[in-house]
């Protein structure tokens, strides 16, 4: 079995839908949650998630909604669980996916307020999941956020991921 990512955003755990995201991540996808965490993001966290959005506009609305309280990470277990989990997470598109099933507004109440693009730069950096793109990605975000009690029960549960957490952990210092 292989391991990925999936952070659950601070703005899904105020309106306490975390529960219901793992219900669906479950029941959409055949995957498995084998470990969670709470974790309050600092920015240096969030810049490290998302290093290709720091010079764009929505930043800075991505970075107040992700340190406006704590996240969820979870490890996740089942057959290329970074396929699956992009398959079924959606894109900001009508339709399409997890994203926009916790999603605060739809694409037509964006396209009402067009005038207004600080709005919806706002309303756009309220996806209520992250999930990465790829393994190693996956492994940077579960390096930044697992305590050192965390690490044994990581590696029992994936070793083989936990090697590459492990690299990353490396890699990012």
């Known amino acids: 079995m292989d ?16 529960n219901r995201i793992i219900d669906d991540i479950e029941t959409t996808t055949g995957l498995r949650v084998i470990w969670k965490r709470y974790w309050q993001l600092s920015e240096s966290d969030c810049r490290t998630i998302y290093p290709l959005s720091t010079e764009k506009p929505i930043f800075r609305f991505m970075l107040g909604n992700l340190i406006q309280g704590p ?37 037509a109440e964006l396209e009402q307020r067009a005038d207004n693009l600080e709005f919806i730069y706002k309303l756009k950096s ?33 070793p083989k991921f936990y090697r590459l957490i492990e690299e990353q952990s490396f890699c990012s210092t």
């Not at 699956?84 to 739809?106: A, D, E």
């Open 71 to 107: 996240s969820m990470i979870l490890l996740v277990q089942g057959i290329e669980p970074i396929s699956v989990l992009n398959n079924v997470k959606g894109t900001n598109v009508p339709g399409s996916g997890l994203r926009l099933r916790y999603r605060q507004c739809t694409q």
């Open 3 to 18: 391991t990925a990512t999936v952070l659950i955003k601070p703005d899904a755990i105020i309106d306490a839908l975390e």
């Open 126 to 158: 309220e996806n209520r999941i992250h999930v990465p793109d790829t393994n190693e990605e996956a492994a940077l975000l579960c390096s930044l956020c697992i305590a050192p009690s965390d690490k044994i029960t990581i590696q029992k549960l994936c």
